[in-house]
């Protein structure tokens, strides 16, 4: 079983800043990347930011939406994936998911697990 727990989620005033963690635990043999997704309400789930093994800045990628304002980051020794989230703007808010895509033992598959979710309010 794996298990991934997010937290700091809230409401902020446009413009402030909000850090998401996720972390995983339970039977991990590897993980290969962790990211953020999220989803508003009547829309899809997007990607917002991952980032490969590596764990190096070079490693990660943005929604352009959030390029210059978010920064992704990994603490590979805990299993745990960060979203500092600068200058937020109400179009910003949604359910954040975090997502680890990992393999289980050395003969696994790899697959995705997801996190409950945690929401960001952006208020104008």
């Known amino acids: 079983q794996v298990q991934l727990v997010e937290s700091g989620g809230g409401l ?3 413009g402030g800043s909000l850090r998401l963690s996720c972390a995983a635990s339970g039977r991990i043999f590897s993980i290969n990347a962790m990211g953020w997704y999220r989803q508003a309400p009547g829309k899809q789930r997007e990607l917002v930011a991952a980032i490969t093994s590596g764990g190096s800045a070079s490693s990660a990628n943005y929604a352009d939406s959030v ?7 990994r603490d590979n020794a805990k299993n745990t994936v960060y979203l500092q989230m600068n200058s937020l703007k109400p179009e910003d808010t949604a359910v954040y998911y975090c997502y680890a895509r990992l393999r289980s033992s050395p003969v696994a598959a790899i697959y995705d697990y997801w996190g409950q979710g945690t929401q960001v309010t952006v208020s104008s």
Do not use: C, D, E, N
């Not at 390029?67 to 980051?73: D, H, V, W």
């Open 12 to 14: 902020v005033q446009a």
């Open 67 to 73: 390029k210059g304002r978010f920064t992704i980051s």
